[in-house]
């Protein structure tokens, strides 16, 4: 086993990993009585470095935060300084309730004004208007609320970036017809949104990925249209969301690993 321990083709280590799925999204969720909290991912080759030097500097002006550290196969990635529970805890059991519809229609609001992308009420008569009341009013009773919906926003972002490393999601690619570089799909989907919540809807009847891995490994992403539909809390979009990004980058992980291993093997010489 000397042949790959410890490195992309150690595909043992790679299993271990999948199966500590559930332990992992509990914490970058609901955090850790030790150690650093919010999202972390262990690292395939040399994580970031694995990445073009141009690809880097691009997310890092998209607003992302890249970690500085440099990265061995198999060492942590933390991705951001707080879990999602710490967020909570900033708002108050009290207030989130009405902490989750404040972001949710401030959200949808952008999309509404952006691309007439329709919102809960808005059929029944919950005018652009009347929401942004809403906002106004909750901001003002609430002044440190803005700089939560940020952290929600700033988590959301974040965990895009496992995406990134999975290689799920492109940063810069060539257009094909013009030869151009241009934006990949995370600075598409980081440049799309001032004001980002994940805004899925309550849908009787149809059954909805819940799944990150399996033989098409996914975390999910994918362009919003719009609904009249009730929200989904808050809560919910974010465990979906968080769970689907691991599930998915440890899946694929795990395939890189065997693809690895069987090149190693390739390679080995036997006389």
Same mark, same amino acid.
């Given at each position: 086993m000397a042949l790959q321990e410890d490195t992309p083709s150690d595909f043992v280590s790679a299993y271990q990993?999948? %199966?500590?799925?559930?332990?992992?999204?509990?914490?970058? +969720?609901?955090?850790?009585?030790?150690?650093?909290?919010?999202?972390?991912?262990?690292?395939?080759? $040399?994580?970031?470095? $694995?990445?073009?030097?141009?690809?880097?500097?691009?997310?890092?002006?998209?607003?992302?935060?890249?970690?500085?550290?440099?990265?061995?196969?198999?060492?942590?990635?933390?991705?951001? =300084?707080?879990?999602?529970?710490?967020?909570? $805890? =900033?708002?108050?059991?009290?207030?989130?309730?009405?902490?989750?519809?404040?972001?949710? !229609?401030?959200?949808? %609001?952008?999309?509404?004004?952006?691309?007439?992308?329709? !919102?809960?009420?808005?059929?029944?008569?919950?005018?652009p208007v009347d929401v942004q009341t809403f906002i106004d009013d909750v901001e003002r009773r609430n002044p440190d609320w803005k700089k939560q919906f940020r952290n929600v926003n700033e988590y959301m972002d974040q965990l895009l970036l496992v995406s990134v490393l999975s290689g799920?999601?492109?940063? +810069? =690619? =060539?257009?094909?017809?013009t030869g151009e570089i241009e934006m990949g799909d995370a600075l598409k989907i980081k440049a799309q949104w001032a004001d980002y919540w994940p805004l899925p809807r309550q849908v009787e009847d149809r059954a909805t990925r819940g799944q990150g891995g399996g033989t098409d490994p996914s975390a999910g992403?994918?362009?919003?249209?719009?609904?009249? %539909?009730?929200?989904?809390?808050?809560?919910?979009?974010?465990?979906?969301?968080?769970? @689907?990004?691991?599930?998915?980058?440890?899946?694929?992980? @795990? @395939?890189l690993s065997i693809r690895n291993f069987n090149e190693e093997l390739g390679k080995f010489d036997y006389a």
């Open positions: 990993s999948l %199966l500590h799925i559930p332990s992992e999204s509990a914490r970058a +969720l609901w955090g850790s009585r030790s150690g650093r909290e919010g999202i972390r991912v262990r690292s395939t080759g $040399e994580g970031f470095g $694995e990445l073009r030097v141009a690809d880097v500097e691009a997310l890092r002006v998209a607003g992302f935060n890249i970690p500085t550290e440099a990265s061995t196969h198999g060492h942590w990635i933390y991705l951001n =300084k707080q879990s999602f529970a710490a967020i909570r $805890e =900033k708002v108050g059991k009290k207030g989130w309730d009405e902490f989750e519809v404040y972001g949710q !229609y401030k959200a949808a %609001l952008e999309r509404y004004g952006a691309k007439g992308q329709e !919102y809960p009420g808005l059929a029944d008569g919950l005018s799920e999601l492109s940063v +810069l =690619k =060539k257009n094909a017809e992403i994918k362009g919003a249209h719009g609904s009249a %539909l009730p929200f989904r809390t808050l809560t919910e979009a974010v465990e979906t969301r968080t769970k @689907m990004a691991l599930e998915a980058y440890y899946t694929n992980r @795990m @395939m």
